[in-house]
């Protein structure tokens, strides 16, 4: 199974984010002109990862224990079930903990009044992978899952997730290109309630497109399309694309400019590093780095198999639906 395709996408976007998150990690909060003058350019790693990571190692836990299927309500009960990574959650996602730890909400409406950040769309490429080639599916749950952290007037931190999840599910198609995996994460969200994020990406890739160069892009996206947060999906997200897009799609120019990009380093890099490793696999990363990662966290081979069960495991149950419907024709 390893050598087969899905396997080598599922590693390929788990370590994919890991490696980002773990590189954009020392950098993170600085200007880019901060990073060269101290680090020239950021291209390898040490560690396994920050909150970024540790989010997305509760998706999973909450998708692996319910085989495949799941709402807000088992998101939320997976946060309860690990609240050792405490200390590393963000304010929106501490918020949301309190609410459901002293029961003063439903998991459906525990996002409502947290601040705006990347917390749901850094950690979603889980939602993606198991809703391998079918990116409206993807968005369509993610919206579900991703209400945990943010809703209501932050609803757009919400859609941010639903792109990412949709971009993750498109890169898993086996002939998809940069551009359908782009188009991909706005395709599926509410074309009026989401008009924010749309927007935002929309005028982002318009940038990427028209100046085709990833200093000048950066340098202009400084100028323009930063927000008074640098945690805010709204710059992150797009940023993420548009950086997917310069690196024509590959795992390592994604990742290194995702690191050197400045701002929340990590969070945009563990974006661009998964959905790269999933259009490309775990054989477009560097050969060093996958050895980094196997020595440091050879759990995520694990984690990797046991989402590509679940991914033939929902076929299985598509397959079922599909001939229950044949047998009404």
């Given at each position: 199974?390893?050598?087969?395709?899905?396997?080598?996408?599922?590693?390929?976007?788990?370590?994919?984010?890991?490696?980002?998150?773990?590189?954009?990690?020392?950098?993170?909060?600085?200007?880019?002109?901060?990073i060269e003058k101290?680090?020239?350019?950021?291209?390898?790693?040490?560690?396994?990862?920050?909150?970024?990571?540790?989010?997305?190692?509760?998706?999973?836990?909450?998708?692996?224990?319910?085989?495949?299927?799941?709402?807000?309500?088992?998101?939320?009960?997976?946060?309860?079930?690990?609240?050792?990574?405490?200390?590393?959650?963000?304010?929106?996602?501490?918020?949301?903990?309190?609410?459901?730890?002293?029961?003063?909400?439903?998991?459906?409406?525990?996002?409502?009044?947290?601040?705006?950040?990347?917390?749901?769309?850094?950690?979603?490429?889980?939602?993606?992978?198991?809703?391998?080639?079918?990116?409206?599916?993807?968005?369509?749950?993610?919206?579900?899952?991703?209400?945990?952290?943010?809703?209501?007037?932050?609803?757009?931190?919400?859609?941010?997730?639903?792109?990412?999840?949709?971009?993750?599910?498109?890169?898993?198609?086996?002939?998809?290109?940069?551009?359908?995996?782009?188009?991909?994460?706005?395709?599926?969200?509410?074309?009026?309630?989401?008009k924010v994020m749309?927007?935002?990406?929309?005028?982002?890739?318009?940038?990427?497109?028209?100046?085709?160069?990833?200093?000048?892009?950066?340098?202009?996206?400084?100028?323009?399309?930063?927000?008074?947060?640098?945690?805010?999906?709204?710059?992150?997200?797009?940023?993420?694309?548009?950086?997917?897009?310069?690196?024509?799609?590959?795992?390592?120019?994604?990742?290194?400019?995702?690191?050197?990009?400045?701002?929340?380093?990590?969070?945009?890099?563990?974006?661009?590093?998964?959905?790269?490793?999933?259009?490309?696999?775990?054989?477009?990363?560097?050969?060093?780095?996958?050895?980094?990662?196997?020595?440091?966290?050879?759990?995520?081979?694990?984690?990797?198999?046991?989402?590509?069960?679940?991914?033939?495991?929902?076929?299985?149950?598509?397959?079922?639906?599909?001939?229950?419907?044949?047998?009404?024709?």
């Open positions: 199974m390893k050598d087969s395709s899905i396997y080598k996408k599922v590693y390929g976007c788990l370590i994919g984010g890991l490696i980002g998150d773990a590189m954009g990690a020392p950098v993170e909060t600085k200007h880019y002109k901060e101290e680090y020239g350019q950021v291209d390898d790693f040490e560690g396994d990862g920050t909150d970024d990571s540790a989010i997305k190692l509760i998706l999973c836990e909450a998708i692996i224990s319910n085989n495949g299927y799941i709402t807000a309500d088992e998101f939320a009960e997976a946060f309860l079930n690990n609240n050792q990574y405490y200390n590393l959650f963000y304010i929106p996602v501490r918020n949301m903990f309190h609410k459901l730890k002293s029961s003063v909400v439903l998991p459906v409406n525990a996002g409502m009044g947290n601040m705006q950040s990347s917390s749901s769309a850094m950690s979603i490429s889980p939602m993606g992978l198991i809703n391998a080639c079918n990116p409206r599916q993807a968005a369509l749950e993610t919206y579900d899952v991703a209400g945990l952290i943010h809703s209501g007037d932050t609803n757009f931190c919400r859609d941010a997730a639903c792109a990412m999840a949709a971009a993750v599910a498109e890169a898993m198609k086996p002939e998809t290109t940069v551009e359908e995996i782009i188009c991909a994460a706005t395709k599926y969200l509410h074309k009026t309630s989401s749309i927007s935002r990406i929309q005028e982002v890739m318009d940038l990427a497109k028209s100046v085709n160069d990833y200093r000048t892009f950066r340098e202009q996206f400084y100028e323009s399309f930063l927000c008074e947060d640098l945690c805010d999906s709204r710059e992150t997200v797009p940023c993420v694309l548009a950086l997917f897009y310069l690196a024509d799609g590959d795992p390592v120019k994604s990742i290194i400019y995702g690191a050197n990009f400045g701002r929340d380093a990590d969070t945009i890099a563990t974006m661009v590093g998964a959905l790269a490793g999933a259009y490309k696999g775990v054989d477009g990363l560097r050969p060093e780095w996958v050895e980094k990662v196997k020595a440091n966290s050879p759990m995520q081979e694990e984690l990797a198999q046991k989402l590509v069960d679940i991914i033939l495991l929902r076929r299985e149950d598509m397959k079922k639906s599909m001939d229950l419907v044949e047998g009404l024709i």
